[in-house]
């Protein structure tokens, strides 16, 4: 049974999913995406714990449209994309046919019943999803992605940074005047994010820090100038300290080429 939290969750997410962006700035969003430091630190993860991607079973739980699954499918990986909303789905459908990729769309919920994916994928991911729940689904949101894996498998989680400065900042600003749209979003701590990865049964963990600069240009100057400057590659010394994004990467057995 869903809870009225739960429902009005979904509404805040069916409301972001009704305007679909064009081709040309869906493209270059995900070109961009493709220049960040997290994607840098995903493909290396990969890269060094499977050898390459082509060929590797991958499944985006709570998708959207799909950012990783798509940039992960066009260097050859086999993805399936799992979200419960139809829109986002639907999207993530136009965006691949768009883009010639194939994936597999599944309806299902983060929290539900998995059953049908468990075992199934080398690689379980998700960007900017958990963060989203509170108290014991936090835990059982991770526990969904350690489900899915086979052995040696590998889970990437992406969520915001608690230490994140000027994240932390930017979203307070944006409460206090009544603009947030992302509903519940609590911010995670390495220490926290590291903790639940083990109480799931991931076998090793490793965290990455990034984005403080994409964060000041994406948000601060976006807001004070009206304009945000590209700095998405940018890294910063403090990044490892306040870096508004935080990358788990975690192994469901040992490290190391298969």
């Known amino acids: 049974?869903?809870?009225?939290?739960?429902?009005?969750?979904?509404?805040?997410?069916?409301?972001?999913?009704?305007?679909?962006?064009?081709?040309?700035?869906?493209?270059?969003?995900?070109?961009?995406?493709?220049r960040s430091q997290r994607w840098a630190y995903v493909l290396r993860t990969l890269i060094s714990t499977f050898g390459g991607i082509e060929g590797l079973r991958v499944v985006e739980l709570g998708s959207g449209r799909g950012d990783l699954s798509a940039l992960l499918a066009m260097r050859g990986a086999r993805v399936t994309l799992v979200d419960y909303s139809d829109s986002a789905l639907w999207q993530a459908r136009q965006r691949f046919d768009a883009l010639k990729l194939d994936a597999e769309f599944v309806r299902g919920d983060l929290l539900g019943d998995l059953g049908a994916l468990a075992g199934r994928f080398d690689v379980s991911c998700s960007l900017g999803v958990?963060?989203?729940?509170?108290?014991?689904?936090?835990?059982?949101t991770l526990a969904a992605h350690h489900r899915v894996l086979g052995p040696r498998g590998v889970a990437i989680v992406s969520v915001p940074h608690a230490w994140g400065l000027s994240y932390r900042l930017w979203k307070l600003y944006l409460e206090l005047r009544g603009w947030w749209p992302y509903g519940l979003e609590i911010p995670y701590s390495k220490g926290e994010l590291r903790l639940l990865a083990g109480m799931v049964g991931f076998a090793e963990t490793e965290l990455h820090c990034a984005g403080l600069w994409q964060s000041i240009g994406d948000h601060w100057c976006r807001t004070a100038l009206g304009t945000a400057p590209d700095w998405v590659e940018r890294s910063s010394r403090?990044?490892?300290?306040?870096?508004?994004?935080?990358?788990?990467?975690?192994?469901?057995?040992?490290?190391?080429?298969r």
């Open 130 to 140: 958990i963060e989203h729940f509170r108290g014991r689904r936090r835990r059982q």
């Open 238 to 257: 403090l990044d490892s300290a306040i870096g508004a994004t935080l990358t788990l990467a975690a192994w469901n057995g040992r490290r190391g080429p």
């Open 1 to 34: 049974m869903m809870t009225s939290a739960t429902v009005s969750g979904v509404q805040v997410w069916e409301s972001l999913w009704r305007g679909a962006p064009d081709s040309t700035g869906d493209l270059a969003r995900i070109r961009r995406e493709e």
